[in-house]
């Protein structure tokens, strides 16, 4: 099992990136998969995750409206986009992969599930 992020980089205050998480070693299609983050001094936190199927999709508040997550399923990755980026966008973002077979609410996306992470990848919004 292995997901790795890319696709960060530094960005002005209005800017977008995507991000990409390239997953292998297992069937995506069975597996919900979400982005994370952690800033400086700060708890991680679910940005956002997607069902099993990608029919599905949660986002925390201060990311709806200019975040979107999606899966492709033939290349084997989920990106995240990421539009009108401000300052506080600012952390390191992981994707993690939720375990099917624990009793949670994968919609949640609070990281509970999450049965493997991939390395990071920085994301740095100037202002």
């Known amino acids: 099992v292995q997901l790795q992020a890319s696709g960060g980089g530094l960005v002005q205050a209005g800017g977008l990136l995507r991000l990409s998480c390239t997953l292998s070693?297992?069937?995506?299609?069975?597996?919900?998969i979400g982005w994370f983050r952690q800033a400086p001094g700060k708890e991680r936190e679910g940005v956002s995750c997607?069902?099993?199927?990608?029919?599905?999709?949660t986002y925390i508040d201060s990311v709806k409206g200019r975040f979107t997550i999606s899966k492709d399923l033939e290349k084997e990755t989920v990106y995240l986009q990421m539009n009108s980026l401000k300052p506080e966008d600012t952390a390191i973002y992981f994707c993690?992969?939720?375990?099917?077979?624990?009793?949670?609410?994968?919609?949640?996306?609070?990281?509970?599930?999450?049965?493997?992470w991939g390395k990071g990848t920085q994301v740095t919004v100037s202002s």
């Open positions: 993690g992969r939720d375990d099917p077979w624990y009793d949670h609410d994968w919609s949640r996306c609070d990281g509970a599930g999450i049965d493997n």
């Open positions: 070693g297992f069937p995506l299609e069975h597996y919900a």
């Open positions: 997607i069902s099993s199927s990608g029919d599905a999709a």
